[in-house]
């Protein structure tokens, strides 16, 4: 009993295995709409009429799949059409290993992505996080769009496809990326797109290279901070001073666009002489001060005799000195207030 058993287990998952599979029969009889097949199983195979372009004769070799290996009847149902969509999809699979790339048109949305048509009657299924490098809100507004995406998987016992635009949108960018830096040199001026910003710097997109400008680049006086000078998604106007070729990175200088101004700061200001600045930043040793031309200035907390001054505000100071060493100008309050 367990050895009749274990026979028919194991016919039937031999059946089971041999699904799908593409065999050569021959036609033994027709009768009215059905059509006979010897496929080399233990029981003859029906192919439906309809399936031939014409009615075959008896004899003939013909290319059958099994549907289903046995019916209640003790026949196999097969099939010629389903023959011709294996075919079909093996010569779209071959031809994806090796072109690894696809185009089709997304037509349906289904679990955790879309279906997409490659054409052939062939679906493959592209993951929402594979659809583009920014996270998809909308997924209604991708239906209908042709697209080109990246082979990912090829599972013929599944005949599944599974694909990725958003990977291919990734190679051809640092494949671009590479071309562009190739070609970028230290000292270039060049415009970028902010990305993100950050205490301590900017984040800049140059023609899809990443660039940082650190804050103490940011300007002369370094009394700007980062969230002072732009705003992200803006365009602005970037100095390369580094290229890390490796890395893919650029370190980039907004104040470089302009000379430094301690090289001509005894041109732009003089002892004694009255300039107006804005109050950046106040310590316990004194105020920090924003000068004209991106100098920095200092009114050290002893000199205020009493004086208060407030962030933001613009007051006129007098020049006292000049220290180059530090990079700074001591200033001294007017005892007149002039407030603006």
Known sequence: MKEDFAKLLEEYFEKRERKNDIIEGTVIKINGRDVFVDYGGKSEGIVPLDEFEKTPAVGEKVEVC????????????????????????EETARK??????????????????????????????????????????????????????KVLSIDRKRQ??????????????????????????????????????VDFGIFVDVNGVDGLVHKSDISWSGLKSPFEVTSIGKKIKVKIIKIDRDRERLFLSIKRLKKDPFERINEILKIGQTVKG???RISSKGIFIELPEDVAGFVP??????????EKRTYWFTVEKIDTERRRVILKCQEKEHRK
């Open 278 to 280: 804005k109050v950046v």
């Open 160 to 197: 599944s496809i599974v694909i990725s635009r958003r990977q291919l949108i990734e190679e051809e960018r640092a494949k671009k990326r590479k071309e562009i830096i190739q070609q970028l040199k230290e000292g270039d001026i060049a415009e970028g797109t902010v990305k993100n910003i």
């Open 96 to 149: 994806l290993e090796e072109e690894k790339v696809v185009e089709g048109t997304i037509r349906q949305k289904v679990r955790g992505g879309y279906k997409v048509d490659i054409g052939n009657g062939i679906f493959a299924f592209l993951p929402l996080s594979q659809v583009d490098i920014i996270p998809v809100t909308r997924p209604d507004n991708w239906l209908e769009r042709k697209i080109k995406a």
């Open 301 to 310: 907390s002893e000199s205020l005799k009493g004086r208060k001054l407030r």
């Open 66 to 89: 099994i549907v289903e290996p046995e019916t209640e009847d003790g026949y196999a149902v097969l099939s010629i059409s389903t023959v011709k969509s294996l075919k079909r999809w």
